[in-house]
């Protein structure tokens, strides 16, 4: 029974939040179907909150989210304070969503 709900738990939201795309900033708040159809690359149908993934908009690629420049070797998770602001800003980003979203 309790795995029941737990499973039921899991049961995507159709609550509309905040999506933000690493490449050009845009902000807009979407429920997860809205997105999807956008193109956005964004939880809970593309990807895992809290998971560093690429978060893009239907506009953008993925070459410059921090997803690519770790899978590029350009950054490496061994020294986050040295990455540049913005890189930093998209880790920040991640570790909120995972506080934001996984409690749901
Ligand atoms: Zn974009």
């Given at each position: 029974?309790?795995?029941?709900?737990?499973?039921?738990?899991?049961?995507?939201?159709?609550?509309?939040?905040?999506?933000?795309?690493?490449?050009?900033?845009?902000?807009?708040?979407?429920?997860?179907?809205?997105?999807?159809?956008?193109?956005?690359?964004f939880p809970p149908?593309?990807g895992v909150w809290g998971v560093?993934s690429?978060?893009?908009?239907?506009?953008?690629?993925?070459?410059?989210?921090?997803?690519?420049?770790?899978?590029?070797?350009?950054?490496?998770?061994?020294?986050?304070?040295?990455?540049?602001?913005?890189?930093?800003?998209?880790?920040?980003?991640f570790?909120?969503e995972a506080e934001q979203h996984q409690r749901r």
């Amino acid at each position: 029974m309790s795995y029941g709900l737990v499973m039921f738990g899991c049961v995507v939201s159709n609550e509309a939040f905040e999506h933000w795309c690493e490449n050009c900033g845009k902000r807009e708040i979407l429920t997860p179907g809205e997105a999807f159809q956008a193109g956005w690359d964004f939880p809970p149908r593309m990807g895992v909150w809290g998971v560093i993934s690429p978060r893009t908009c239907g506009d953008c690629g993925i070459e410059t989210t921090l997803w690519w420049a770790l899978q590029s070797d350009e950054l490496t998770m061994d020294d986050p304070m040295s990455w540049p602001e913005n890189r930093r800003q998209s880790l920040a980003w991640f570790l909120n969503e995972a506080e934001q979203h996984q409690r749901r």
